[in-house]
């Protein structure tokens, strides 16, 4: 059992870590490339729903906005897309866009393994 928690806590910590390494790189290229932004810490939130109500979109300058990791039939290429929040995302649309083959949603799994990418976020 002991070992089970060590395990799951170090799995946590190598998460976090990527997470921290991930918004470094961000944060790094856009200070590097001038961009103006504003960044906003927030709890998780994983749906539309719950974001709507944390009333976490009401900022003056921002929209909302949706994160999609796709990958497409082979598994082997992986894309993400941003759409506005009151948008839905057409997948033979965007795969015509992109000149891909049939496109569908990453697992968790994959989004972490290829970008470090969590449920909760980009960072």
């Not at 170090?10 to 997470?19: L, P, Q, R, S, V």
Request: hydrophobic residues 35%; proline residues 0%.
């Amino acid at each position: 059992m002991v070992r089970d928690l060590c395990s799951k806590r170090t799995a946590a910590d190598k998460i976090m870590n990527k997470m921290n390494e991930n918004r470094k790189i961000v944060l790094d290229t856009l200070n590097e490339q001038n961009i103006e932004y504003e960044m906003f810490e927030h709890q998780a939130v994983y749906t539309v729903d719950e974001i709507e109500d944390s009333d976490l979109w009401n900022h003056e300058n921002g929209i909302g906005a949706k994160n999609l990791f796709l990958r497409d039939g082979s598994g082997k290429h992986h894309f993400l897309v941003i759409i506005r929040e009151d948008k839905q995302a057409d997948l033979k649309k965007v795969r015509d866009e992109i000149g891909s083959s049939r496109l569908s949603f990453a697992s968790a799994v994959r989004r972490f393994e290829r970008s470090g990418m969590c449920d909760s976020g980009i960072l």
